[in-house]
């Protein structure tokens, strides 16, 4: 089992860029693929993007491509979401998720964090 806590968000304006951290707990995080997901008010929680155990694939949704980056650092039980030239639109709670294996869909994680609010002012 891992325990996932979100931090990095904030207010920041349009064009401006955020970097999201997910500590988790455990010896074998490195074993744990990692997803972003997030949800704004009045929405369905929206599959971000995620990356592999080692870190070695990753995979984003069309609406983030080209503008947030996913790494990790396994020596550190580190995942972050390096978001740049954000948008008002990506306003929501960003949470990060554990599973065993790495998939394109929000569903297949197991664990999740509490989540970190990013908020993007026009």
């Known amino acids: 089992q891992v325990q996932l806590v979100e931090s990095g968000g904030g207010l920041v304006q349009a064009g401006g860029s955020l970097r999201l951290s997910c500590a988790a707990s455990g010896r074998t995080f490195s074993t744990y693929a990692v997803a972003w997901s997030r949800q704004a008010p009045g929405k369905e929680r929206e599959f971000v993007g995620a990356?592999?155990?080692?870190?070695?694939?990753?995979y984003y949704t069309d609406s983030v491509k080209g503008r947030f980056t996913i790494s990790r650092d396994n020596a550190k039980n580190m995942v972050y979401l390096q978001m740049n030239s954000l948008k008002p639109e990506d306003t929501a709670v960003y949470y990060c998720a554990a599973g065993s294996g790495y998939y394109y869909t929000q569903e297949r994680y197991d664990y999740w964090g509490q989540g970190t609010q990013v908020t993007v002012s026009s």
């Open positions: 990356i592999s155990r080692r870190g070695v694939s990753t």
